[in-house]
């Protein structure tokens, strides 16, 4: 939505899979790519009443290099890095927020569990 803060999200196009279409929209849409990449161990769900939907999409964490340098592209016009409190008074929704609250917890508040990180191969 425009004039809105939201995560990196797209679609997974023909012949991926859904952790292949999220590094692709990261690399894509801020130009960053993952040092490590894990399933964040729950989805997203909302009801999109233009196409009388139920969307659910699982998430993932992209662990970034600190040094690495953003470029975003057209889909976006600015970003900022915010502290989890922050990030989730900015965001729209409450099912945004549930997953950040998620993603502090299970991964920046303790050691994500290895049975979650994806090896690209």
Not at 10 to 37: F, H, K, M, N
Not at 75 to 85: A, K, N
Not at 98 to 109: A, G, H, P, Q
């Amino acid at each position: 939505m425009i004039g809105e803060w939201c995560q990196v999200a797209g679609s997974i196009e023909d012949g991926e899979t859904a952790w292949q279409a999220a590094v692709r929209e990261l690399v894509e849409e801020t130009g960053l790519r993952p040092r490590t990449l894990y399933s964040a161990d729950i989805c997203e769900q909302f009801y999109e009443a233009d196409r009388d939907a139920i969307t659910m999409a699982p998430v993932f964490v992209a662990f970034v290099d600190a040094a690495a340098q953003l470029s975003l592209n057209h889909e976006h016009s600015d970003y900022r890095w915010v502290c989890f409190d922050d990030a989730i008074e900015m965001v729209a929704f409450g099912g945004q927020r549930r997953i950040l609250r998620w993603i502090e917890d299970e991964f920046v508040k303790r050691k994500p569990s290895g049975h979650l990180l994806i090896d690209p191969g």
